[in-house]
């Protein structure tokens, strides 16, 4: 069996009754917590940018917007949330491909969900669906993919997008894969943005191309159904790897149980040395000789700007974090990264301390942190974002993250809405 068929089958045909409590569970943490960074970051440049764009635009009234009252239609609204939810670099991460699920399917299945006029138990069932679906593409296309250059959140997360939106419009298992085939061709997204808007935008791109692919095909649109795998496909242009056990189980486990979820404002490759450091805490930065960190290579080429004088550069940067930390800064509240943090010379003098290497004996998920102080002494820790958690501790964390954002009233009202299954239209009315 194909991978196209193996993914349109479980897009079209998994019941939602076979969906497994705790997965739904995550599910719904995962859309406060979009929620939540999404709302915190509507006044960021880029979804400024890309929401006035689309209400210039116009045209029909089908889905809500992040941050404001107006509403557009779906393919633009969540091109503007997808942005909007990943300006701040804030939202969730899943390194079985190094992508931020979230951000590229819900804005995606949200916007179809209102013009369906879904009802909260089918939005959540889409959600989850189409975010296993991206991450397993992901999976599928490997490590090179990203190494390459692609940005998985936009490669993979299109394709998880536009099964979300399938499922919720009906769609049968040949339209899916018709979807997955049409957005072959479509889906796209870049590294080399990492640091800039077009980071954000890449999440706007992948929700926006699993509309619009799924509004094309249930219109009639025909494209090649195989060009995900096929010769000249997506997986062989793209530096896929073709890693069939990707689909492995699909349907029965679920590869999203595993997602992370950010606690530091910043890049997802930075919070196992930030999680280190806390247990070192509290450090003298003039009684600090030298820092270092050991990281999986992956992480060089994302999050090692060596001296960023941006407050989105330092969301990018091993020594500017640290830095940061050691001088007091708290890098989970979103004011802590700016421009004038970065022009601190205290802080530019203590990351030039900071030395990063790369060891392939570290797990993406891990880090091994090494202070050595003036006096000789060293400090070690260790962290691995693997450890476990259970869901009663994420939920506590993320609604503390969710309240510190929002306040207490927004943050529980938003959480009230989806524990109880409120209608896509309801949920999305409280987003403006």
Known sequence: MTITTQLAEFAAQTKASDLPASALRMMRLSMLDWAAVGLAGRDEPVARITRDMVLDEGGAQQAALIGHPGRVPARAAALSNGATSHALDYDDTHFAHIGHPSVAV???????????????????????????????????????????????????????????????????????????????????????????????????????????????????FVANPDALESPQGFGPTHAGQNIRDAMQGIGQAWVFETVSHKFHACCHGLHAVLEAGLTLAPLDPAAIDRIEVATHPRWMTVCNQVAPMTGLGAKFSYGTVLAMQVLGHDTAVLDSYSDAVCADPALQDLRARVHVTADDSVAETATRLRVTLRDGAVRTATHDLNAPMTLDLRQAKIAAKARSLLGTARADQIWSLIEGQASAREFAKNLG
Not at 157 to 177: I, K, Q, T, V
Not at 192 to 213: C, D, R, W, Y
């Open 106 to 220: 819900i804005p995606a299945a949200l916007a179809v969900a209102e013009v369906q006029g879904a009802d909260g138990a089918a939005l959540q069932a889409a959600a989850l669906i189409g975010v296993e679906a991206s991450i397993r593409v992901g999976v599928w296309l490997g490590r090179d993919h990203y190494q390459t250059g692609f940005h998985q959140t936009a490669t993979a997360g299109a394709f998880g997008a536009g099964l979300a939106a399938a499922r919720l419009m009906g769609l049968d298992a040949g339209g899916c894969a018709m979807v997955l085939g049409l957005l072959a061709t479509r889906a796209s997204g870049l590294k080399s943005q990492f640091g800039t808007m077009g980071k954000p935008f890449n999440a706007g791109l992948a929700a926006a191309n699993g509309v619009e692919a799924a509004q094309l095909v249930a219109r009639g």
